[in-house]
């Protein structure tokens, strides 16, 4: 099966901004694999913040957005809050068998 | 509320099989793809199974592929993994989860542990 790689930590200050990808060993992540982004904190079960690329659900804050970037699937994170500290996943699809990268941990500094 | 609630983990020697439930609510579970996913102790997370919408195709990882089984009674709303010959690498968080191929991925439940150790 495919491994999806992210990068293993990144550290942004309050207020600021990040870009977190998310890259296929396959070639280019499309749209076509439908990436995910979801968000797991510490001892919580994880939860879903970006469907489809881009798409954000209902409880998914404005400061998340999602993004197809230089062949990788992206997450952009503007104006980060102290709450945001968290691990991060990707998870793309393979025409139904689906792959997580292995988490990027963001610390909020 | 859509709600999601596993239950049938525990403590089982390697060899071993156990039945995961997960009992779904607050929506029309029958029309909807259903996955699980797990996590061991310290990892990430790691796709385990899934059916597709309509419950027409179900999809294994290789990790599990020929040992866990899928299945669903939509007449109660439940979706099930079975689990046998398990190995101390299967030992993980077991989360079900609401999406998959064919529907978007959204609502978590709160996992159940599995321990596979003699």
């Known amino acids: 099966q495919a491994v999806v790689t992210q990068e293993p930590s990144l550290t942004v200050s309050p207020g600021g901004t990040v870009t977190l990808t998310c890259g296929s060993s396959t070639g280019a992540v499309t749209s076509g694999h439908y990436p995910y982004w979801l968000q797991q904190k510490p001892g919580q079960a994880p939860r879903t913040l970006i469907y489809d690329t881009s798409n954000r659900h209902s409880w998914t804050p404005a400061r998340f957005s999602g993004s197809l970037l230089g062949g990788k699937a992206a997450l952009t994170l503007s104006g980060a809050q102290p709450e945001d500290e968290a691990e991060y996943y990707c998870?793309?699809?393979?025409?139904?068998?689906?792959?997580f990268g292995g988490g990027t941990k963001l610390t909020v500094l | 509320e859509v709600q999601l609630v596993e239950s049938g983990g525990g403590l089982v020697q390697p060899g071993g099989s156990l039945r995961l439930s997960c009992a779904a609510s607050g929506f029309t579970f029958s029309t909807y793809a259903m996955t699980w996913v797990r996590q061991a102790p310290g990892k990430g997370l790691e796709w385990v199974s899934g059916f597709s919408r309509g419950g027409t195709s179900t999809y294994y990882a290789d990790s599990v592929k020929g040992r866990f089984t899928i299945s669903r009674d939509n007449s109660k709303n439940t979706l099930f993994l079975q689990m046998n010959s398990l190995r101390a690498d299967d030992t993980a968080i077991y989360y079900c989860?609401?999406?998959?191929?064919?529907?978007?991925?959204?609502?978590w439940g709160q996992g159940t542990m599995v321990t596979v150790s003699s």
């Open positions: 989860l609401k999406g998959g191929w064919g529907s978007t991925f959204d609502i």
């Open positions: 998870l793309v699809s393979y025409s139904g068998i689906w792959v």
